[in-house]
């Protein structure tokens, strides 16, 4: 398990039900030029999912932001370079 927190402002429920959604900006008074394209979020749940794993957002107005992420383990039969038989290299000869 990992996570990354903060103690800023927090998210209000409405704003948090969005977090994961791409493009989406809590402050509808930030653009690209003060900083976020609303993508974050969106792409870590991506490769997260993508994984097999899960994230999570707790958050709360005034109350910071804690993002955690779970990924599986890999399973000790199958090589970590090569976790997919379809990307197992063919044999040489």
């Known amino acids: 398990m990992a996570g990354v927190a903060d103690r800023g402002g927090g998210m209000n429920p409405d704003d948090a039900a969005h977090a994961f ?6 402050d509808a008074s ?5 900083g ?3 993508l974050g ?3 870590a749940k ?5 994984h097999g794993g899960e994230i999570a957002l707790d958050t709360g ?6 993002v955690t992420i779970r ?17 197992t290299p ?4």
């Open 21 to 26: 959604d791409r493009f989406y900006r809590a």
């Open 30 to 34: 930030r653009n690209r030029d003060s």
């Open 36 to 38: 976020g394209s609303g």
């Open 41 to 43: 979020l969106s792409i």
């Open 46 to 50: 991506a490769i997260v999912d993508a």
């Open 61 to 66: 107005i005034n109350a910071g932001t804690r």
């Open 71 to 87: 990924l599986p383990r890999a399973h000790r039969d199958v090589p970590a370079r090569y976790p997919r038989p379809e990307l």
């Open 90 to 93: 063919a044999p040489r000869g």
